[in-house]
DNA sequence: GCAAATTTGTCCGTATGTATC
DNA sequence: AGATACATACGGACAAATTTG
């Protein structure tokens, strides 16, 4: 159950990596070995340095690179926990890029929209077989939500319309494609408003497209999906360009 | 051109944030602010520490996240620069998680497989209007290399079928599809060996898959680029679901 | 080639904030 | 409320790597 022990001399020609990355490295042998589960508990600083041989200080800086890939989790005051494994190392990153990028700012959110539009297309030819009835009720649950909280709160809707597409993208089967989806839309919804990009000026349009997805599914008809799709993206795709052509 | 100074009393009810993330948001907004590119300089240690009102130790662990987002880059006795903004993050993110998942080790690679050909499977269509002889003969060359490095060091060949398929995808004018198809080879090829399954076990037949490939896309055949497409992941799958049954 | 200056890497000691019992 | 355990933050000191004169 100990924490794996660092090599008291290293390797006197190759060039050494930084103690920090051992002790990451460690961690995560350690993680790895005792097969422990998002949520476990790690030992405390105090425990590895000693178990590790390393000082607080190098100990704090590996923990700080794993709490940043979402490897590990730190609670104040509470102690060192297994992380979930998510994606927001990469909504970060991306969404840092998306902000960074100057001479072309909406390249970045239009790959974006277009990596998600190729997952809900390759949806269209797996409508037929799997995608039971409850699933359906879920989506149009979506939709129903985003008719109510039209009126009040907006605040609501990018989380129901971010919902609806994780939905709509589960059925694949494929985890992924769905994280990959949902971390795109967080991507878009924190670098948008920062160029201009007005994302929901047409509620009701986005309503309705989203209903007459919902509607193509139920009657099973993989052309009308798709068709449903193209009427969905192309607002957004417009005002892509127009921000792009005020830039 | 001064770093954002840090408010010198935080929010005393709200549940303030740590002071390294305070660290990390000012050193983001500093780099925006001055529209640095990747390689450019970045304030020293101490420079941070004067400017954000911080001590070393917030901010070197500020850096150490921001580090293992690839938004900066630190190099030992020289300074620390703006990073490449790479997939290192979700490589790294990916990877740990494959080798962490404990019931279905081989589910992870199957999502990350089936989304690279998703995403070279959505080029067909684009095949006959958009790409150039050059990237025609590039990809040729990739083959070449392939056939040639056979005999050869064998070590080559992951990194010349990693280029081959980055070039597949790159006529599709969307730099994010690249980079995420690139990031999935490099997290198969890391955690595959631990789970047992061969990634090369017949170069041969792989060259061959290859050599389909660019001959489809020298015909501007898309069916047959389709095709080509579906026998080249065929042993991919095949490898990965003997690797599941026996584990 | 050597030495000095600059910058990051590592360590230690201490004090403070936070959550649990 | 008090006590305990833990993470957060600070400051100083020295080591290692890189560049420059």
Redesign the interface.
């Known amino acids: 159950m100990a924490v794996e022990q660092r090599a008291t001399v290293p390797e006197p020609k190759a060039a050494r990596q ?1 103690l ?1 990355q051992e002790v990451a490295d460690g961690i ?1 042998s350690y ?2 070995r005792n ?3 998002p949520g476990d508990p790690l030992p405390t600083e105090s425990a590895l340095c000693e178990a590790l041989g390393a000082s607080r ?1 190098s100990v ?2 590996a923990i ?8 590990v989790e730190v609670r ?1 005051g509470h102690g060192t926990y297994v992380g979930r ?1 998510s ?1 927001s ?2 909504v ?2 991306l969404a ?2 998306g ?2 990028s ?1 001479d072309d700012d909406f ?2 959110l239009a ?2 929209v ?2 998600r539009e ?2 809900e297309r ?1 949806m269209a030819e797996r409508l037929v077989h799997g995608l039971s009835e409850e699933q359906v009720e879920r989506l149009q649950g979506c939709v129903d939500a985003m008719r109510e909280g039209h009126a009040g709160e907006g605040n609501g809707f990018v989380d129901t319309d971010r919902a609806f597409h994780t939905l709509l993208v589960t059925p694949l089967g ?4 769905g994280q ?1 989806s949902a971390a795109f839309w967080d991507v878009y919804v924190i670098v948008a408003p920062h160029l201009d990009v007005f994302t929901h000026e047409h509620e009701a349009a986005t309503i309705a497209s989203h209903q007459r997805i919902v509607d193509a599914v139920r009657a099973r008809d993989a052309a009308e999906f798709a068709a449903a799709l193209t009427e969905h993206y192309a607002p957004v795709r417009r005002r892509l360009a127009e921000a792009r052509a005020r830039g």
Not at 64 to 71: M, S
Not at 174 to 177: E, F, T
């Open positions: 930084p920090r995560k993680i790895l097969k422990l589960r200080s704090r800086e700080r690179v794993l709490t940043a890939l979402d490897i104040h494994l994606m190392a990469l970060e990153s840092f890029r902000l960074l100057p390249q970045v790959d974006l277009e990596v190729l997952f390759s494929n985890d992924l494609i990959l």
